[in-house]
């Protein structure tokens, strides 16, 4: 019997592998046909006998095609068209890279800084202490004692010198000088890093076609920054542009385009940086995006979308005739609040003056009391940061107790809305006591940088709730085409099975057909 049995096992017929393989699951989950080499001494008989003929001659038998495998070429199919498509539409791909707004943060940064730091600058009385203006030569301080001696000489013939500075030695020279060029090299440097990446990131193909316009007009706006200021600076060096006698200083007019240029500036920087943060996180899941901004365009949010860009031209407002009170010097009278003297204003009669009218018929007596009057430019300011606080707490108790709106309210707009109304409590303590205690130079410098602070703030609540057509058209766009890719592999697949087809997609990419 036992020397039977290897004889029984010669005779056995060899089955082959797929002879194990359930077909019925072959049919729906095999991802193609898997083509067999016959080996030189096979028995034809016994391979066509006990295996299928599909799986022996996949050429005689048509092929089926399973949802998985639609749903691969499809997907495949889409992502050639898609390339195809980027290739037609030119140099410039369809959004900018999260590099780019970390850089344009990082610049935004940057002229936060270099805004306190001139306000410092202005407050310590040193931007009149350079008296030339050389973009290039400039950017090294005197070498030597002869080059020190050469820019003393010139800054006493100036006004500044002669009315107020007329006992300062050379060493105190050197302190006031040295913030002015530290205030410059920092504008040099301002320009340098946001001219030079842009060029980089452009030529890289990382910026989309309208962020690459936005870079070019923030760079021209850098290089006109730079010439106000030294236009603003020009002001101070002659007489002829203020009375006779009076305190030497710069035209307020140029001082408030200055900080207005930069504050424009700061917001375009920041305001792209957190607009291609947003997109792109948007653009990672375009359904969930979709229906993120669907909600925000929705009417029950309309007034509270308009309030909060109401709130940032009424902050930007403020700012600006902040800057007229810093060129007259206007906080270093009427140190009381909320008083100005016997009332809670000036008489009338101070307040339109006759005095800085220039024309035989007083027809600008009430303009040129609002931008040049002391006393009339400090109450200005004063009702601006007064309705701006108001409105700023009524916008916040409006999210807050109206209930169709408090429902409505995404979280991170309730947490944005809430941060303003903290920045707007630390500015206005800032600016009280600013002005009570004699505008003393680091209570100044925190009232200038909590204004910037403000208006971020504002910025970044509008990120949150705004809704840009360009982004909503971007989003709708990309949800078309996913609904195009994923509409065919649908049919014939349950809600595992998508799932794991879906994650064997990702894992190993479409099956070759």
């Not at 691969?72 to 050639?80: G, L, M």
């Not at 006031?176 to 301002?190: A, D, P």
Request: aromatic share 10%; hydrophobic share 45%; glycine share 8%.
């Amino acid at each position: 019997m036992a020397s039977f049995l290897p004889g029984l096992r010669r005779a056995a017929p060899r089955l082959a592998s797929d002879f194990f393989i359930c077909h019925h699951c072959q049919k729906y989950a095999r991802p193609a046909a898997r083509q067999v080499k016959i080996p030189r001494k096979a028995n034809l008989t016994r391979t066509i006998r006990f295996n299928s003929s599909a799986a022996t001659f996949p050429e005689l038998v048509p092929k089926k095609t399973s949802p998985l495998s639609s749903l691969s070429q499809t997907i495949s199919n889409a992502e050639k068209e898609g390339a195809k498509g980027g290739a037609k539409k030119g140099f410039f791909p369809e959004t900018s890279s999260n590099t780019v707004a970390y850089w344009l943060l990082a610049s935004a940064g940057s002229v936060f800084g270099i805004v306190v730091f001139g306000g410092l600058t202005r407050l310590t009385e040193s931007g009149l202490s350079i008296t030339e203006w050389k973009p290039v030569t400039g950017s090294l301080p005197p070498l030597s004692a002869s080059d020190w001696a050469s820019e003393f000489d010139k800054y006493r013939a100036s006004p500044e010198f002669k009315l107020l500075n007329p006992h300062m030695t050379l060493e105190e020279f050197k302190k006031i000088y040295y913030m002015e060029w530290g205030h410059r090299l920092w504008g040099r440097f301002v320009g340098l890093s946001f001219v030079l990446p842009a060029i980089y990131f452009v030529s890289r193909r990382k910026v989309a076609a309208n962020m690459s316009l936005r870079l070019l007009g923030i760079s021209g706006l850098i290089g006109f920054q730079g010439f106000l200021g030294w236009y603003m600076v020009k002001s101070g060096l002659k007489d002829d542009l203020f009375a006779p006698g009076s305190h030497p200083r710069v035209s307020q007019y140029r001082l408030t385009a200055h900080l207005g240029a930069a504050f424009i500036c700061y917001t375009a920087m920041l305001w792209n940086g957190l607009s291609i943060l947003r997109t792109n996180a948007l653009l990672s899941n375009p359904a969930r995006g979709l229906a993120q901004i669907t909600h925000l365009s929705s009417p029950s949010l309309g007034v509270f979308r308009k309030s909060v860009a109401g709130l940032t031209l009424l902050v930007f407002t403020t700012a600006l005739s902040g800057g007229l009170v810093a060129g007259l010097d206007a906080g270093l009278i009427y140190n009381e609040f909320p008083r100005m003297g016997t009332g809670f204003h000036p008489p009338k009669a101070e307040l339109f003056s006759p005095f800085y009218s220039r024309k035989s018929d007083q027809s600008d007596l009430v303009w040129r009391n609002m931008l040049e009057n002391p006393s009339t430019v400090q109450l200005n300011h004063r009702v601006l940061a007064t309705t701006t606080f108001t409105a700023i707490l009524s916008l916040w108790a409006y999210s807050r107790f109206n209930r169709r709106l408090r429902g409505a309210l995404p979280n991170g707009a309730r947490k944005g809305m809430l941060g303003v109304v903290h920045l707007v409590l630390l500015q206005v303590t800032l600016g009280i006591s600013t002005l009570i205690y004699l505008v003393p130079v680091p209570l100044a410098a925190a009232h200038q940088a909590g204004a910037l602070a403000l208006l971020t703030g504002t910025l970044v609540l509008g990120s949150r709730v705004w809704v840009p057509r360009r982004l909503m058209a971007l989003v709708r766009q990309r949800v078309r085409q996913a609904s195009a890719v994923t509409g065919a592999g649908k049919v014939g697949l349950g809600k595992e099975a998508m799932k794991s087809d879906l994650s064997a997609l990702r894992r190993n990419g479409p099956p070759v057909l």
